[in-house]
Structure formats: C-alpha cells, structure tokens
C-alpha cells in the first residue's frame, strides 16, 4: 500500500494557497529579518572568542538598556536594588541583576511587557514552566519567531538541511494550519508531513512507515521517545524499502545514551538533537562531529548558578541554566531560572573548531516521558502539558503513573481551582488518549523536587517492559547564543 497512502491524502483546506507558495522558492519566501539573521551567523560561525566577547557585551548592554527604559518590572526592581544601567557593561555583569523566574513572569505578566511596542507585534506563547507551573509568555511576531527559524535552520545545516527539504513531522498537535484532528496533514508550502504522535501503536506506526516509504522524507523531526518507538518498532518488524534519512532531528525532551544508540543503528541515520525552550533564552545544539550541545553566542547568554544562586565559572560543575535572551522585545527575558540543570563541559569545540561553549548533561523539566496506555502502548506526556491554558487555576502539577491505563494528577490549587477544572483536565485526558485512561486526582499542598533537586513533570513507576524506553542514569545535552549586524529592536 506504500504510494497509494500518499495519493489518497486528503487535500487541506489551505491547499491552493499553500500549492501556490511552494512553487516559490523556500529561500525566496523567507522574511527579510531570517535572511539577515542567517548571513549574520554563517559570517559568525568560526568567530574567535575575543570577537564574541564584545560582540555579547554590546548586546547585553543595549538589552539592558532597553529593559530598564520600557519594562516597568525591571526598572523598579533594578532601582530597588540599586543598579543603573551602566553598571551593566557586559556579560560578566549580568550577575549584578537579580534572577527572574516562571513565578514572577505569571505575577508580573504586564509589567514585563515594554512599553510602546504595538499589539500586532505581539504574539503569545506556552511555556512548560518550572516546578509544574506553566506559563504564558509574549514574544515578538517577527523579531523573535524570525530570528528562531534563522536559527534553527543555521542548526540543522550542520546536518545538511536547506530551507524547504522534505520533512515529516511528528509531534503531540497536527498541522497548525488545518486543525489537529487529522492523523497527519500535508504543508506543500514547506514540502513537510505533519503526524500525530498520540497513542502510537503498531497501526499508527505501520502507517507512519508506509507515509516514510511513500513520500521519502529527508529528515524525521520528532521528540527523543516518538524516534525511540519508531526504531523500536523497526527493529521488531524490519520493513523492507525505507528510504535513507539524512537525520532524525529531535528536541522538546532530553534524549539518553540508549535511545541515541537504536534509532543510530536501526534507522541507520544520525540523531540529531539540540536544546531550546519557549522563553527564547538559551538555544544549543549539536555539531557535525558532536553530540554536545554548542551554546549559541548569538542568541543570548547562558549562565549556569548554583544552589546559592552563584554563579558557576569553573568548567565541568553542574548548575541551573540561567538565560538572557537577544530576540525578544516584547517581553524582555534577562537572568531568567529555567529550572534546567546542566555542566558546561568546555568553552569551545575541538572536534569543529567553534568557539562556542559546549553543554552537556542536560536535565530539568524539559525532561519529557511516556504514558502508558491500559493495553501497553505509549503517548507522550507532551499531550497533557501542552495545554497551558488548562493550568490557569493550577499552582503546581505533576503526573503519577503506578498502573497501566491509570493516572493520578496530583495538583496544588490556586485560588480559583474549582470542580470545572477537573472536568476540563478529563476531557483533556478522553481527547488525548482515549476513553480507556483513567484519571484521578490527589490535592496536596507542596509538590517537591525529587532527590537530586530535579523538578520531573511525570513519575513513572510503570514498567512497560520492552516498549517502555527506561531512560538511562546519564541525562541529555544542551546550550548558549550571540549576534552581529542584527535588526534594531523596534523604536516605534
Ligand atoms: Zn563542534
């Protein structure tokens, strides 16, 4: 059946539309501020580290400025402090400003917005959130979303992507553009396969095998857990006539030794991973020889602090990632906590030649599991977190998995939680994965890290046997940014 399932795809909504932009070329259709962006960091690339230095230390210092001339919230707190901007005069003294954190861009979600910056520019986002408080966030509609995909796309170079290469992606929503109910959408636009990761089983990844065979994807773009059940699943059925991959690229969850492992050698591709979050703060990712993650210079600064909130300078200590982004001048990220946990391994890369800071040994609440169903087969947690706009009410959150088919929701309240909440949190679970889920709830009043001071969204207790990824000790990768003639942050 393998062609036929291509030819029998029905045809989205925005089709003709979408059929007309891809007969433009990708690299025509970029937005002026992606273009630039792009030349910056192909012409940055091999920087030496004096060249990044000044090059960050102007940044910092005009987003500093920026943030204490049209952000209430930074002004003040700054002012109570007792800092001006010009004590501020490069990287190294960040640290003279106190921390932000998820807690106060919920509390202060007005007051950290800058002030003049129109309302069309203005585009709201979910975060994952620390210690199981999701947040909503603002970024800018262009500067930010454009400089991302620069960015990204300046990544997955390092694997041979270009603008427009045939991608199936595979994530907890379906095409943005064409609802999520679809098992899986075709972009012409963007030549890309949108398919939905809920409730993979043999059938859906049969399918999913037969959409690889028929449309012949250069690269798989999906979470670390959905590329270890695609492996697995090839492993166990050895489908004839798949194509060659150039790469699985995968992020949103830390990726662990052992899966690196079966989808190199089953899918017989690289793995190619990196980390990044919502807040735009920190963006890191392998190398063509590495699978440390290069911090981008470019993009923002990342610090690592300690327990005490120091910050850590000697190389090979572990500490929380503290981001300050470049590209967000709607909401100004700086000294943000993200509640991720990582070493900074060395300050360049032997094996490329980049002078960027390598991270490794990634972990945190970007930590994303799997949820096993009553009949064995697994869903990314992804599915329920995704949906920050049912934690309104929710102070902190966390998932409890012991038995098959079975979740407990264990929640401490804000104010206003009341019984609609949890109704809303079982329909979610009946439209996420099925009928079949049970879910219950356990009020408490603190939820704790674990042991190793580790925030978790899901405790997995279930052991799924073979199916069941049990992740390895050793955790993931990620890392840091900067810029060049970037685009003066909007004035208006
Ligand atoms: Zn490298």
């Known amino acids: 059946m393998g062609r036929s399932i291509y030819h029998r795809l029905p045809p989205p909504l925005q089709w003709g539309v979408k059929r007309a932009l891809a007969l433009i070329p990708p690299a025509w259709r970029q937005r002026r501020l992606t273009r ?99 947040t909503r966030l603002l970024l800018h509609r262009r500067v930010s979303q454009d400089a991302e995909l620069a960015f990204i796309q300046d990544l997955w170079r390092r694997v041979g992507y270009r603008a427009g290469a045939r991608r199936i992606i595979i994530r907890v929503g379906g095409d943005p553009g064409t609802g999520t109910s679809k098992l899986y959408a075709f972009d012409p636009s963007n030549n890309t396969f949108f398919f939905r990761s809920y409730r993979l089983t043999d059938d859906k990844l049969a399918l999913l095998i037969d959409l690889i065979r028929s449309f012949r994807p250069e690269y798989l773009h999906t979470y670390p857990s959905v590329a270890t059940l695609l492996a697995q699943y090839v492993e166990r059925h050895e489908p004839a006539g798949l194509p060659p991959l150039k790469a699985v690229l995968a992020s949103s969850e830390n990726s662990y030794p052992h899966q690196r492992e079966l989808i190199t050698r089953v899918l017989r591709t690289r793995f190619f991973t990196w980390y990044g979050h919502a807040e735009q703060a920190i963006l890191a990712g392998e190398c063509e020889h590495s699978s440390a993650y290069h911090i981008y210079p470019g993009y923002g600064v990342c610090e690592l602090v300690d327990p005490a909130g120091r910050v850590v300078e000697q190389l090979g200590q572990p500490g929380e990632l503290v981001g300050t982004g470049f590209y967000n ?164």
């Not at 940055?44 to 230095?53: H, I, L, N, Q, V």
């Not at 640290?95 to 520019?121: C, E, K, M, W, Y």
């Open 36 to 134: 630039q962006v792009r030349t910056f960091l192909l012409a940055s690339e091999f920087w030496p580290r004096e060249t990044w230095r000044a090059y960050r230390d102007k940044k910092v210092r005009e987003l500093v400025a920026y943030a204490y001339e049209r952000v209430p919230y930074y002004r003040e707190v700054w002012k109570a402090a007792g800092i001006s901007p010009v004590d501020v005069d490069g990287v190294a003294a960040l640290r003279r400003l106190p921390f932000i954190d998820n807690r106060i861009l919920t509390a202060h979600a007005l007051d950290l917005q800058a002030r003049g910056v129109s309302p069309r520019h203005k585009i709201a986002t979910q975060t994952g959130g620390t210690m199981g408080r999701p």
């Open 329 to 492: 001048p709607v909401m100004p990220i700086v000294r943000y906590r993200t509640g991720d946990f990582g070493t900074v391994t060395a300050d360049e890369c032997a094996a490329c030649g980049r002078s960027y800071a390598l991270l490794e040994h990634v972990v945190g609440h970007h930590t994303q599991e799997l949820i096993v169903h009553r009949e064995g087969h697994l869903s990314s947690v992804l599915g329920v977190l995704a949906r920050g706009a049912y934690y309104h009410n929710v102070r902190q959150f966390q998932i409890h998995q012991k038995v098959p088919g079975e979740l407990v929701f264990r929640i401490v309240k804000a104010e206003r939680y009341g019984p609609e909440d949890e109704a809303r949190f079982q329909v979610l679970i009946r439209e996420r994965f099925g009928a079949s889920m049970q879910l219950s709830f356990d009020y408490v009043n603190e939820i704790p890290p674990t042991a190793g001071g580790k925030w978790k969204y899901l405790i997995q207790e279930v052991d799924a046997g073979r199916t069941w990824a049990q992740p390895a000790d050793q955790p993931a990768v990620r890392a840091e940014p900067e810029a060049g003639p970037l685009p003066a942050w909007p004035r208006q």
